[in-house]
């Protein structure tokens, strides 16, 4: 049986969750697979305060640094791919080919769910938690950014909603959809760019990961999950398992290249499979190592959307790596969520 780290919260805790002050990296142990969730939900939130006391709510707009903590969500600046952007436990961060780190913003907020937008630069939404001292509620619901991550204004669902997987459709961008982690779990959608949303309840969906959105078709989405990736063509009305070569494996990750639809990444957590890559719009894939072991896994993907040979992967402990040769060989960009100089 397939094994996986321990449970270190609920989902249902996780709503009401604050990091104590002193609260360190998230430890690991081989457990059952079921524990994969935890995961999901433990890791991103057990918070470490490793950041310097300079990345407070009065500190600069951007800030230079060595370090980040919590890596939640990846996106590829639709206008400079020279530019990544990091949402992660303690606010907003770009980093650039050079591998130059700058946070983004006054607020260290908990970026949760989190996308781009697939035209417009600098439009950013999330979900999660308020920064210690925000008067905020808490969880935040769904907020956008218009400047860059400067700064953030509500759009709906405050004190309502914790998505910890969210997607935005490159072929309508005012679809979103999004996992909510608050209760049992509930798929939601937004067909107004995030102002107003639908509360569809769970489906068959269970333990999601990962949110993906069909690059041409709006009402066509992707869940990863612990039984394999499973697909909806009526906008999350109905699911039905997409990729039969992975039913019943944990993937916790996965992306369609947004003007490439036959071209996707994920990560399937076992060592038969690792990384993975399909070039007939997830029906079939083929392993590019890099199984990360029982303690970790892929946790997020960025795709560079004018070349699809180049992407970036996150993993649950903060690590980063780039490929610009579709997965054959890979740069090391963060360790531990330090910063690795060329």
Same mark, same amino acid.
């Given at each position: 049986?397939?094994?996986?780290?321990?449970?270190?919260?609920?989902?249902?805790?996780?709503?009401?969750?604050?990091?104590?002050?002193?609260?360190?990296?998230?430890?690991?142990?081989?457990?059952?697979?079921?524990?994969?969730?935890?995961?999901?939900?433990?890791?991103?939130?057990?918070?470490?305060?490793?950041?310097?006391?300079?990345?407070?709510?009065?500190?600069?707009?951007?800030?230079?640094?060595?370090?980040?903590?919590? @890596?939640?969500?990846?996106?590829?600046?639709?206008?400079?791919?020279?530019?990544?952007? @990091?949402?992660?436990?303690? +606010?907003?961060?770009?980093?650039?080919?050079?591998?130059?780190?700058?946070?983004?913003?006054?607020?260290?907020?908990?970026?949760?769910?989190?996308?781009?937008?697939?035209?417009?630069?600098?439009?950013?939404?999330?979900?999660?938690?308020?920064?210690? +001292?925000? #008067?905020?509620?808490?969880? @935040?619901?769904?907020?956008?950014?218009?400047?860059?991550?400067?700064?953030?204004? $509500?759009?709906?669902?405050? +004190?309502?909603?914790?998505?910890?997987?969210?997607? @935005?459709? $490159?072929?309508? $961008?005012?679809?979103?959809?999004?996992?909510?982690?608050?209760?049992?779990?509930?798929?939601?959608?937004?067909?107004?760019?995030?102002?107003?949303?639908?509360?569809?309840?769970?489906?068959?969906?269970?333990?999601?990961?990962?949110?993906?959105?069909?690059? &041409?078709?709006?009402?066509?989405?992707?869940?990863?999950?612990?039984?394999?990736?499973? &697909?909806?063509?009526?906008?999350?009305?109905?699911?039905?398992?997409?990729?039969?070569?992975?039913?019943?494996?944990?993937?916790?990750?996965?992306?369609?290249?947004?003007?490439? $639809?036959? #071209?996707?990444?994920?990560?399937?957590?076992?060592?038969?499979?690792?990384?993975?890559?399909?070039?007939?719009?997830?029906?079939?894939?083929?392993?590019?190592? #890099?199984?990360?072991?029982?303690?970790?896994? +892929?946790?997020?993907?960025?795709?560079?959307?004018?070349?699809?040979?180049?992407?970036?992967?996150?993993?649950?402990?903060?690590?980063?790596?780039?490929?610009?040769?579709?997965?054959?060989?890979?740069?090391?960009?963060?360790?531990?969520?330090?910063?690795?100089?060329?």
């Amino acid at each position: 049986m397939q094994t996986a780290p321990t449970c270190l919260l609920s989902a249902q805790q996780a709503s009401r969750y604050s990091p104590p002050p002193n609260a360190g990296r998230v430890r690991f142990t081989a457990r059952s697979s079921m524990a994969w969730l935890a995961l999901a939900v433990g890791a991103f939130l057990l918070a470490a305060t490793l950041l310097p006391r300079a990345q407070s709510l009065a500190g600069p707009p951007e800030t230079p640094v060595e370090e980040l903590t919590h @890596i939640h969500g990846l996106a590829v600046d639709p206008r400079d791919s020279s530019v990544l952007w @990091i949402a992660t436990h303690h +606010g907003l961060f770009r980093m650039t080919n050079a591998r130059r780190l700058v946070r983004v913003g006054r607020s260290v907020f908990d970026l949760m769910g989190f996308v781009a937008h697939p035209r417009d630069q600098g439009v950013f939404y999330a979900s999660g938690h308020p920064a210690p +001292g925000e #008067r905020r509620l808490n969880p @935040i619901g769904v907020e956008a950014s218009r400047d860059g991550g400067q700064t953030w204004q $509500p759009l709906a669902l405050a +004190g309502q909603v914790d998505f910890h997987a969210m997607a @935005i459709s $490159p072929a309508d $961008p005012k679809v979103l959809y999004g996992w909510n982690v608050v209760g049992n779990g509930e798929f939601y959608r937004s067909r107004d760019g995030g102002k107003t949303w639908e509360n569809l309840g769970r489906r068959d969906l269970d333990r999601v990961f990962y949110l993906a959105a069909h690059p &041409r078709e709006p009402g066509t989405v992707f869940a990863a999950m612990m039984k394999g990736i499973y &697909r909806s063509e009526d906008a999350g009305g109905t699911w039905r398992l997409h990729s039969p070569a992975l039913f019943g494996v944990t993937v916790t990750a996965v992306e369609w290249h947004p003007r490439q $639809p036959e #071209r996707a990444y994920g990560y399937a957590a076992t060592p038969q499979w690792g990384m993975v890559r399909s070039s007939d719009g997830g029906r079939s894939w083929q392993s590019l190592g #890099r199984f990360l072991g029982e303690r970790n896994a +892929g946790s997020r993907i960025a795709l560079d959307p004018r070349d699809a040979n180049v992407l970036y992967y996150a993993t649950y402990s903060d690590d980063l790596v780039r490929s610009r040769d579709a997965g054959k060989t890979w740069e090391q960009w963060l360790a531990g969520g330090r910063v690795q100089k060329p």
